[in-house]
């Protein structure tokens, strides 16, 4: 079953570097049995409708067809090299580009890329009981493709650190191998990829809130002065798009639902759906998560990364200043008790100015679901973004107690009404006892409306998802 090397569909010229293949092949059958042991469970054989990218050109990175999940092909690419790539920021910035690692840079470099590539497997980890209870056939193939393209980004940075880092990128990729989700003596790197999954609720604010980090991040590595890097990371954006429409649009067929059943005057909880105060509770605890994974709001290594010409902005070249030498900061941050005013230099500060960019796309996505409700009939109600200082784990604020207003509280407050903002264990008891599998095509169910389309203009009732001997 495993595909020969030459096979992998790569525009790395992979079979021009006799050691570099060797040592990829010594760890694709890992892979394989990563996938086979923590990937989707009950599916492995199935047939499922799949996009895969073949090659970069715009015909290439999108054909579908029927694939057994072990069967996909996870390729290696990078987009293509355009000309002679400056640096765009930092210290550097102005001097070409590097097509290999600076020494002085291969710690922070390498730190990067396995704390971006640990995200990768610890969702497909995350995800891999969801299939059991999926809601229809077509998500079901949502969360397949989600998960075999979190395969794929996992190989693209693994073929980074085994065509840059040696034998220290070698033992980075075993160990990406070894790391699992919400294990306690080898989790995964960061917080949100050792949070539970279980229901779709969850999957659904987790493609919206989490891969959302996920965009901004690839963006700000995208800016990367190590082209390889920029070029790997530009490419995985474009599946990223996918994952944040199936989080973006589930959420809101959450919502439509859940509305609907109001407008007509019914009790959400009666009809198997997810009343609005559980949805709220949901986005709050996945916005609030995913808040943390920009890092803390002062950081030196932020500005060391960005000093480097590492990890840049969201859309760099839109920026007016590129060395960030001169301008600063404003941010509120607690500190004894009382919110205060902190001005700090811009570049120590440029995990909040992503945050930034992310909070302002959380809530357009938020005011689309508002809309929804409305045009479904419920009026005077509505989803909110809670404050980011909110239950925050990492950075100033995890040092003090906030409303989801932003208010500083008292932490015997915020333990008194935490039920209220986040999820509670009846909400975990009650969302779970909802799931229940919908195999049947062109059906969904109770607690969610049907999608407004199909995929790659296929019907909704479209078999997305064939068992293993049709
Ligand atoms: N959890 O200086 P600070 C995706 C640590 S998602 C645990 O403020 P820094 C995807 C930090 O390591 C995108 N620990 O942080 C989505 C540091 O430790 P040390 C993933 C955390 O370094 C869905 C200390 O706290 N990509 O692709 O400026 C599905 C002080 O931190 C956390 C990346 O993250 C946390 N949340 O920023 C599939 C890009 N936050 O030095 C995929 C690469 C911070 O004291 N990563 N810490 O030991 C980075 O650029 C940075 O590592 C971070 C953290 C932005 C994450
Ligand atoms: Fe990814
Ligand atoms: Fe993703």
């Known amino acids: 079953m495993a595909q020969s090397l030459e096979s992998i569909p790569n525009n790395v010229d992979l079979s021009s570097d006799r050691r570099l293949q060797r040592a990829l092949e010594q760890w694709q059958p890992n892979f394989l049995s990563w996938w086979r042991e923590v990937g989707p469970e009950g599916f492995q054989a199935h047939q499922i409708y799949l996009r895969t990218a073949v090659s970069v050109e715009p015909d290439g990175w999108a054909t579908f067809d029927y694939v057994r999940m072990p069967e996909y092909r996870w390729g290696i690419f990078l987009a293509p090299r355009s000309g002679e790539r400056k640096i765009g920021f930092g210290d550097n910035f102005g001097e070409p580009a590097w097509d290999d690692v600076p020494g002085e ?3 922070a470099l390498r730190r990067i890329i ?15 009981l969801l299939g059991k209870v999926a809601p229809s056939l077509y998500d079901l193939r949502n969360i397949f493709q989600v998960n075999v393209e979190e395969g794929r980004h996992l190989w693209a940075m693994v073929y ?5 880092f040696g034998r220290d990128g070698r033992e980075e990729a075993e160990e990406l191998l070894a790391r699992r989700s919400g294990s306690s003596d080898k989790p995964r790197i960061l917080n949100a990829f050792n949070e539970p999954i279980d229901d779709w609720l969850s999957f659904f604010m987790f493609a919206m809130f989490t891969d959302r980090d996920g965009k901004y991040q690839l963006s700000a590595l995208a800016e990367s002065g190590f082209d390889p890097l920029a070029r790997t990371t530009r490419f995985m954006l474009t599946e990223e798009a996918h994952h944040l429409f199936v989080g973006e649009m589930g959420v809101d067929r959450v919502v439509q639902r859940t509305a609907e059943l109001m407008a007509q005057g019914k009790e959400p909880r009666k009809e198997g759906a997810v009343p609005l105060d559980v949805i709220q509770r949901y986005l709050n605890q996945w916005f609030t998560l995913s808040l ?3 890092g803390g709001e002062v950081s030196s290594n932020a500005a060391d990364f960005f000093a480097a010409g590492l990890k840049g902005r969201f859309r760099e070249d839109d920026q007016p200043e590129h060395k960030a030498l001169s301008a600063s900061y404003r941010l509120e941050v607690p500190e004894n008790g009382a919110l205060i005013e902190q001005e700090v230099p811009l570049r120590n500060a440029m995990n909040e100015v992503l945050r930034d960019e992310y909070v302002k796309d959380c809530q357009r996505a938020v005011d689309r679901w508002n809309k929804t409700l409305l045009r479904s009939g419920v009026s005077g109600l509505s989803l909110r973004l809670p404050s980011r200082r909110f239950h925050r784990g990492v950075g100033p604020c995890a040092t003090a107690t906030f409303d989801p207003e932003g208010r500083l509280i008292s932490e015997a407050e915020y333990e008194a009404r935490k039920g209220g903002w986040l999820i509670s264990e009846a909400d975990r008891a009650y969302v779970q006892a909802l799931m ?6 062109g059906k969904v169910a109770s607690w969610i409306a049907p999608p407004a389309k199909g995929i790659n203009g296929m019907p909704v009732e479209f078999e997305y998802v064939k068992p293993p001997d049709a």
């Not at 396995?114 to 891999?128: C, F, H, I, L």
């Open 114 to 128: 396995v704390t971006q590539a640990d995200t990768e497997p610890a969702s497909v980890e995350q995800q891999r």
């Open 105 to 107: 840079h291969r710690n």
């Open 160 to 164: 980074l650190l085994h065509r840059h």
């Open 292 to 294: 943390d994974l920009f």
């Open 436 to 441: 229940h599998p919908v195999y049947q095509r």
